[in-house]
């Protein structure tokens, strides 16, 4: 562990704009936000929904177990600034909430992660088609820097 790393280490499963190739990517690999390091692909033990909404194109893992696909993502280890600085991307707790769950590695193994969800959710968000692998490329992710300041996000949830 190098000297500038935090404490703890944490893992946390990505299954949106945080993954490789993703727009929000960059914010984990930014030395200045924390550690982090990926340690494998993997998917939720879980079905969740995984749909994408907002006018924006936010991909929400919704908190509904059984329903929907396991879904894919990445896993990586983070320290605790790094954490800290994800719950802010995510606004959390204001925006998505996050949980721990059981997450499936490639080797098949069960291990402990972190996930951002939202578990307030309208339920015509439901009516959404559910995915079992995020990308951006179809409908395209827009930077918070780039949406209208006077929709709050979560009134935005339904559009
Ligand atoms: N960022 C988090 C949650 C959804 C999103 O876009 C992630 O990639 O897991």
């Known amino acids: ?91 959390y707790p204001n925006y998505y909430d996050r949980e721990i769950q059981q997450i499936k590695t490639e080797n098949n193994e069960h291990i402990d992660c972190w996930l951002y969800l939202i578990k307030q959710f309208p339920e015509k968000l439901l009516s959404k088609r559910y995915l079992e692998k995020y990308n951006s490329e179809a409908l395209p992710y827009c930077e918070r820097s780039e949406r209208l300041p006077e929709v709050k996000a979560k009134d935005d949830m339904t559009y």
């Open 1 to 91: 562990m190098s000297a500038k790393m935090s404490g703890n280490l944490i893992k946390v499963f990505v299954y949106g704009t945080l993954k490789r190739g993703e727009p929000n990517h960059h914010w984990l690999t930014r030395p200045e936000n924390g550690h982090s390091r990926f340690l494998c692909e993997a998917q939720t033990v879980v079905k969740f929904p995984l749909v994408i909404g907002t006018r924006y194109n936010i991909p929400f893992i919704l908190n509904k177990p059984g329903v929907g696909h396991n879904v894919h993502g990445e896993v990586y280890e983070v320290d605790d600034t790094m954490f800290a600085n994800l719950d802010v991307l995510e606004d």
